[in-house]
Each structure stands twice: as C-alpha cells, then as structure tokens.
C-alpha cells in the first residue's frame, strides 16, 4: 500500500497502516478490499498517537485475526497442561 500523506498542527506525516493486527496475505481479494475502502483523493480520519503522530492507522482496535495466535498458544497450553496433571496420575495407578 502506498504511503497516505497527512497533516498535524502543520506538519506533514506519512503512514500506510490500515490497522493492528490485519494479516498481510497474498490473497488479492483482501488487498482489493482495503484499496476500493480508501479511494485515492478521498479525505479519511487518520488516527494517530498523541505526541507521536508517525504511529497512525485508519481503523483503530484490533482485527480479529490478531487473536488466532494467541488462541492457537492457548489451547496448546491447557492441553499440555492437562497432559501434565494427568498422565502421572494415569500412570501412578497402573504401577
């Protein structure tokens, strides 16, 4: 994606993140998506940190696809650890 311009207070800042957390995949459909929401010319809200305008984004928040890793880690966790408390127990009682 190509750098958007924007300005703060009369300074001018470039920024090309949409949002935290999208995936950046090569499936064309989804960048195609992105672009025909932000026409070129077309004025846009930019959100940015205050007193650090570099950080900027269009969409504020978290997509969803941020929280599969954390959930894949997730369930991998539980199951080891139910593999942890159960398996001594299981093999304590055939001993």
């Known amino acids: 994606m190509k750098d958007a311009e924007f300005s703060v ?3 001018t800042y470039n920024g090309n993140r949409v949002a935290f957390g999208d995936y ?5 459909a989804h960048a195609r998506q992105i672009v025909n929401a ?5 004025r846009v ?3 940015y940190k205050p007193g ?12 969803i696809q941020s929280g599969f ?4 880690g997730l369930i991998f966790f539980i199951i080891g650890l139910v593999m942890a408390i159960v398996l001594p127990k299981a093999m304590n009682k055939n001993s």
Not at 24 to 28: D, E, L, Q, T
Not at 38 to 42: T, W
Not at 52 to 63: M, S, V
């Open 52 to 63: 650090d305008p570099e950080t900027c984004l269009l969409e504020p928040g978290l997509k």
């Open 38 to 42: 932000y026409p070129p010319g077309n």
């Open 69 to 72: 890793l954390a959930g894949f």
């Open 45 to 47: 809200t930019v959100y």
């Open 9 to 11: 207070n009369e300074t």
């Open 24 to 28: 950046g995949a090569s499936n064309p």
